[in-house]
């Protein structure tokens, strides 16, 4: 019986034409379109660098499925087409529990380990950005009803699941010359989780939370 | 009915007035609180469908004051089922999410379950209906938990503690567990939607939990908390509420007080619901001291859960099963056809 | 004679090659599927593996440079070993897209595709591999047909994330299979399947045909799943690099002349 392989199909010439031509002609594509978005979108916890992250992602899904609280989605085109359906923390539709009770569904999920496991042993609630760090949360002054409209609200710092991630300042004085409480964020214990922007009552959010200054981790077996 | 069963109830200081329970158990406190409005009876009547409101709303271990006692609002679930209620719901719209792991976490599912009661998580919009508040300044409709309007009997039990945007949170703040959109009372107006929507919810009954409170650092926490073992319980939310904040305004903490804080509760008075006047609500509120007394071993909790794999287990034998049974047709069919 | 041909299924035929392989294909590939199933729904079980069976994710990151997964690698180039022998035994019997493909095309014929449209997978292959080592980031693991099949099982999981995302390309894949040919997707487009052809050789498994029993009935040309026999073109019944291992044209064959064969 004589064998038969894509080779025999057109002559190995013309074939390997084809290849080189579409593939030319897709890499060019390609890299014209892999500008990635103008600000970093929080990834969710245990990241690896951003580099290695585009290059191994599975864009499974199974984090997004594993979520608990539906804190993840996968990306469309919004930050251009190497982020296609790779995860991100979207905090209006849910907030990153980790820093609750501890939880690493997605990280347990991911079959290549581009999320990695953070250990959290030891630390107090204000130490866990020295390991975990999405992103960081903050304020525009601008749309938030204690700063804008002066009246009482700090649903952010209510929900906080980090101690000292989100202060208060004002509230001094009595009666009706007593000021709003107004919050002010610590960038540097903020862990990203979103909570804060989950939470914040405004639209659009007055409080939001961005992937800059995210500790990003290494890849490890 | 509610009238009539004040009118038929035990002597003490009575319904129309605020008891403070002290030194006991929080079991103990709760039973002796509500012995001294008349009894339990007076409130829940036999084949009642009962709602027991708790805060549940944040995902802390309880013991840290952010949340009510799971101890206080299992008693209130228990007594409410040995008053012959049909039902008892304890049900929340927690702020921490997912809510099934929230009140996981502050043990106030394994409350209702220990009890044989059920906890009814409110999270989904269809959870809730709009209601129309006549009389409301400030919300002019609000969306409330079909729950609360499918019950007979409303209690609420709040816990009392310090709150960041109020000043303090007791029965009138814990009622918002009760609406589907927190965010529009921050952005109408904190204050005034809190008592406008006192005017759609009305409990029967509210119970205190002051055995621990989060005197600074709420509504989550963390914070100072002071032991104080006390259960306070009325009929009038706003003299409860007064009451309670009395308790830790005594002890020297301002933001239990109506300087510049706690607004919504003046405003509350002013729409009707209840006696705000500090005097007035101190003449009616009484002291009494818990007995010893050991009450009924709860029913031991029955769970059972299917494995996870159980399913997809149960997917897979009927698949081969499936495929079995088509591939043994093929070949009678075959074999038929060749006859 | 006349009578062989009308009974040929009953006489003579061991109990084995009544049985059409189909059905225990079909198991086969359900139980994947429903393994997949269970890997989406419970996360926190360490089912990796299904994943990590695809060459096409570790070599492809190994290429951009930024990081080299080597127990991928090892997996990767396990399962390129696997189809010197195997073929495309994936394709016919794990994949789980597959057998979403099979199963909406139960003998259908639809629009013929043209032939040379068969190097489309080929330069999809070569491109993704391209965009890797000059842009640091893969797009095959769009079309990796593990990935496209949780990706669809996760949107439909938590729905109310990303349903467009998540379901796309898995949508296009089967689309295109039900408005064409059985296993379009397989034929044309799929990259995994290109690079698991690669190594086929003829001295794997295969098929093999008993030319004095074959009656020219060209039943095995209509059933094969990925189009390759051509018996009115003489060109008769050959081995090719694209054969899946389905044996639907064993089970097609009326008079038993097709089996599956290893050459070593």
Same mark, same amino acid.
Request: aromatic share 6%.
């Given at each position: 019986?004589?064998?038969?392989?894509?080779?025999?199909?057109?002559?190995?010439?013309?074939?390997?034409?084809?290849?080189?031509?579409?593939?030319?002609?897709?890499?060019?594509?390609?890299?014209?379109?892999?500008?990635?978005?103008?600000?970093?979108?929080?990834?969710?916890?245990?990241?690896?660098?951003?580099?290695?992250?585009?290059?191994?992602?599975?864009?499974?899904?199974?984090?997004?499925?594993?979520?608990?609280?539906?804190?993840?989605?996968?990306?469309?085109?919004?930050?251009?087409?190497?982020?296609?359906?790779?995860?991100?923390?979207?905090?209006?539709?849910?907030?990153?529990?980790?820093?609750?009770?501890?939880?690493?569904?997605?990280?347990?999920?991911?079959?290549?380990?581009?999320?990695?496991?953070?250990?959290?042993?030891?630390?107090?609630?204000?130490?866990?950005?020295?390991?975990?760090?999405?992103?960081?949360?903050?304020?525009?002054?601008?749309?938030?009803?204690?700063?804008?409209?002066?009246?009482?609200?700090?649903?952010?710092?209510?929900?906080?699941?980090?101690?000292?991630?989100?202060?208060?300042?004002?509230?001094?004085?009595?009666?009706?010359?007593?000021?709003?409480?107004?919050?002010?964020?610590?960038?540097?214990?903020?862990?990203?989780?979103?909570?804060?922007?989950?939470?914040?009552?405004?639209?659009?959010?007055?409080?939001?939370?961005?992937?800059?200054?995210?500790?990003?981790?290494?890849?490890?077996? | 009915?509610?009238?009539?069963?004040?009118?038929?109830?035990?002597?003490?200081? %009575?319904?129309?007035?605020?008891?403070?329970?002290?030194?006991?158990?929080?079991?103990?406190?709760?039973?002796?609180?509500?012995?001294?409005?008349?009894?339990?009876?007076?409130?829940?009547?036999?084949?009642?469908?009962?709602?027991?409101?708790?805060?549940?709303?944040?995902?802390?271990?309880? %013991?840290?004051?952010?949340?009510?006692?799971?101890?206080?609002?299992?008693?209130?679930?228990?007594?409410?089922?040995?008053?012959?209620?049909?039902?008892?719901?304890?049900?929340?719209?927690?702020?921490?999410?997912?809510?099934?792991?929230?009140?996981?976490?502050?043990?106030?599912?394994?409350?209702?379950?220990?009890?044989?009661?059920?906890?009814?998580?409110?999270?989904?919009?269809?959870?809730?209906?709009?209601?129309?508040?006549?009389?409301?300044?400030?919300?002019?409709?609000?969306?409330?938990?079909?729950?609360?309007?499918?019950?007979?009997?409303?209690?609420?039990?709040?816990?009392?503690?310090?709150?960041?945007?109020?000043?303090?949170?007791?029965?009138?703040?814990?009622?918002?567990?009760?609406?589907?959109?927190?965010?529009?009372?921050?952005?109408?107006?904190?204050?005034?939607?809190?008592?406008?929507?006192?005017?759609?919810?009305?409990?029967?009954?509210?119970?205190?939990?002051?055995?621990?409170?989060?005197?600074?650092?709420?509504?989550?926490?963390?914070?100072?908390?002071?032991?104080?073992?006390?259960?306070?319980?009325?009929?009038?939310?706003?003299?409860?509420?007064?009451?309670?904040?009395?308790?830790?305004?005594?002890?020297?903490?301002?933001?239990?007080?109506?300087?510049?804080?706690?607004?919504?509760?003046?405003?509350?008075?002013?729409?009707?619901?209840?006696?705000?006047?500090?005097?007035?609500?101190?003449?009616?509120?009484?002291?009494?001291?818990?007995?010893?007394?050991?009450?009924?071993?709860?029913?031991?909790?029955?769970?059972?859960?299917?494995?996870?794999?159980?399913?997809?287990?149960?997917?897979?034998?009927?698949?081969?099963?499936?495929?079995?049974?088509?591939?043994?047709?093929?070949?009678?069919?075959?074999?038929?056809?060749?006859? | 004679?006349?009578?062989?041909?009308?009974?040929?299924?009953?006489?003579?035929?061991?109990?084995?090659?009544?049985?059409?392989?189909?059905?225990?294909?079909? !198991?086969?590939?359900?139980?994947?599927?429903?393994?997949?199933?269970?890997?989406?729904?419970?996360?926190?079980?360490?089912?990796?593996?299904?994943?990590?069976?695809?060459?096409?994710?570790?070599?492809?990151?190994?290429?951009?440079?930024?990081?080299?997964?080597?127990?991928?690698?090892?997996?990767?180039?396990?399962?390129?070993?696997?189809?010197?022998?195997?073929?495309?035994?994936?394709?016919?019997?794990?994949?789980?897209?597959?057998?979403?493909?099979?199963?909406?095309?139960?003998?259908?014929?639809?629009?013929?595709?043209?032939?040379?449209?068969?190097?489309?997978?080929?330069?999809?292959?070569?491109?993704?591999?391209?965009?890797?080592?000059?842009?640091?980031?893969?797009?095959?693991?769009?079309?990796?047909?593990?990935?496209?099949?949780?990706?669809?099982?996760?949107?439909?999981?938590?729905?109310?994330?990303?349903?467009?995302?998540?379901?796309?390309?898995?949508?296009?894949?089967?689309?295109?299979?039900?408005?064409?040919?059985?296993?379009?997707?397989?034929?044309?487009?799929?990259?995994?399947?290109?690079?698991?052809?690669?190594?086929?050789?003829?001295?794997?498994?295969?098929?093999?045909?008993?030319?004095? /029993?074959?009656? /020219?009935?060209?039943?095995?040309?209509?059933?094969?799943?990925?189009?390759? !026999?051509?018996?009115?073109?003489?060109?008769?019944?050959?081995?090719?690099?694209?054969?899946?291992?389905?044996?639907?044209?064993?089970?097609?064959?009326?008079?038993?002349? !097709?089996?599956?064969?290893? /050459?070593?």
């Amino acid at each position: 019986m004589a064998t038969n392989s894509p080779f025999d199909a057109m002559s190995r010439r013309r074939f390997i034409a084809t290849v080189g031509a579409g593939a030319v002609v897709s890499v060019v594509g390609a890299s014209l379109a892999s500008g990635t978005g103008k600000q970093p979108t929080p990834r969710p916890p245990g990241a690896i660098d951003e580099d290695g992250f585009l290059a191994l992602c599975a864009r499974c899904g199974r984090c997004v499925s594993a979520c608990p609280n539906s804190a993840l989605q996968l990306q469309g085109l919004e930050n251009g087409f190497p982020n296609l359906m790779t995860p991100k923390l979207v905090p209006s539709r849910g907030y990153c529990i980790m820093p609750v009770n501890g939880c690493q569904n997605c990280i347990q999920a991911c079959p290549v380990k581009v999320l990695q496991p953070i250990n959290l042993e030891g630390l107090s609630s204000n130490q866990l950005s020295t390991k975990l760090k999405m992103g960081t949360a903050s304020v525009d002054t601008r749309l938030c009803i204690a700063y804008a409209l002066k009246q009482p609200c700090l649903a952010c710092k209510e929900i906080c699941p980090v101690e000292g991630a989100i202060t208060t300042k004002g509230g001094e004085g009595k009666g009706s010359g007593a000021t709003v409480r107004r919050p002010v964020f610590n960038h540097e214990v903020c862990v990203g989780c979103g909570a804060c922007e989950y939470a914040c009552p405004t639209t659009p959010k007055a409080v939001t939370v961005s992937g800059t200054g995210a500790k990003r981790t290494e890849w490890r077996a | 009915m509610l009238k009539e069963r004040i009118a038929n109830a035990k002597p003490g200081p %009575g319904p129309e007035s605020v008891v403070i329970a002290r030194n006991g158990t929080p079991s103990e406190l709760v039973s002796a609180a509500l012995d001294g409005l008349g009894g339990i009876d007076t409130f829940v009547g036999r084949g009642d469908v009962v709602l027991v409101k708790p805060n549940a709303s944040f995902s802390v271990p309880s %013991g840290t004051g952010a949340n009510t006692s799971p101890e206080i609002a299992s008693a209130v679930v228990r007594l409410s089922l040995e008053a012959g209620a049909s039902k008892v719901i304890l049900a929340d719209h927690t702020i921490n999410k997912p809510s099934a792991l929230t009140v996981q976490i502050n043990g106030l599912r394994a409350a209702a379950e220990e009890q044989g009661a059920q906890f009814l998580v409110l999270q989904q919009e269809s959870d809730f209906q709009t209601v129309e508040l006549e009389g409301a300044q400030t919300l002019r409709e609000v969306e409330i938990a079909k729950a609360y309007l499918e019950s007979d009997v409303l209690i609420n039990v709040p816990v009392l503690k310090h709150h960041e945007a109020t000043g303090s949170s007791v029965g009138l703040k814990g009622l918002m567990g009760l609406v589907y959109d927190r965010a529009a009372f921050h952005r109408q107006g904190l204050d005034g939607a809190i008592a406008d929507l006192s005017l759609g919810i009305r409990p029967s009954l509210t119970v205190v939990d002051a055995t621990r409170v989060l005197v600074s650092g709420g509504p989550r926490g963390p914070g100072e908390l002071v032991e104080m073992g006390k259960v306070v319980a009325g009929v009038d939310p706003v003299a409860v509420d007064v009451a309670s904040m009395a308790l830790a305004y005594s002890l020297g903490y301002e933001d239990f007080g109506f300087d510049g804080r706690n607004a919504y509760v003046q405003i509350a008075s002013g729409l009707g619901v209840g006696d705000a006047e500090p005097s007035s609500v101190l003449a009616k509120t009484f002291e009494v001291d818990a007995k010893e007394g050991t009450g009924p071993s709860p029913p031991p909790s029955m769970s059972s859960a299917l494995p996870p794999w159980a399913p997809y287990a149960s997917l897979s034998v009927a698949s081969v099963a499936l495929g079995l049974a088509a591939m043994i047709w093929d070949r009678r069919k075959a074999h038929g056809g060749n006859e | 004679m006349p009578n062989d041909q009308q009974s040929g299924r009953s006489e003579g035929r061991s109990f084995l090659s009544s049985i059409k392989l189909r059905y225990i294909r079909h !198991i086969v590939q359900a139980q994947m599927l429903i393994l997949v199933l269970y890997a989406v729904t419970n996360p926190s079980l360490p089912i990796r593996l299904l994943w990590h069976v695809d060459p096409l994710l570790s070599i492809s990151a190994a290429l951009s440079g930024a990081v080299t997964p080597i127990p991928l690698l090892i997996m990767g180039a396990a399962m390129l070993a696997a189809s010197l022998a195997l073929g495309r035994a994936f394709c016919g019997w794990i994949c789980p897209l597959g057998f979403v493909q099979d199963m909406i095309s139960f003998g259908r014929r639809g629009a013929r595709m043209p032939e040379s449209l068969r190097c489309l997978k080929y330069v999809i292959l070569v491109a993704g591999l391209l965009v890797s080592v000059l842009a640091g980031w893969t797009f095959l693991e769009w079309m990796a047909p593990m990935s496209v099949t949780s990706r669809a099982l996760s949107s439909i999981w938590k729905p109310e994330n990303s349903f467009a995302v998540g379901f796309a390309v898995f949508l296009v894949a089967v689309s295109f299979s039900a408005a064409t040919q059985k296993r379009a997707w397989c034929r044309y487009v799929c990259p995994l399947g290109a690079i698991l052809s690669l190594p086929a050789s003829a001295k794997g498994a295969g098929i093999s045909v008993n030319q004095e /029993r074959c009656i /020219r009935c060209l039943r095995c040309e209509r059933a094969c799943s990925m189009g390759i !026999i051509d018996i009115k073109g003489q060109a008769g019944l050959r081995w090719d690099s694209e054969c899946i291992l389905c044996m639907e044209c064993r089970d097609a064959c009326p008079t038993d002349a !097709i089996g599956p064969a290893f /050459r070593g």
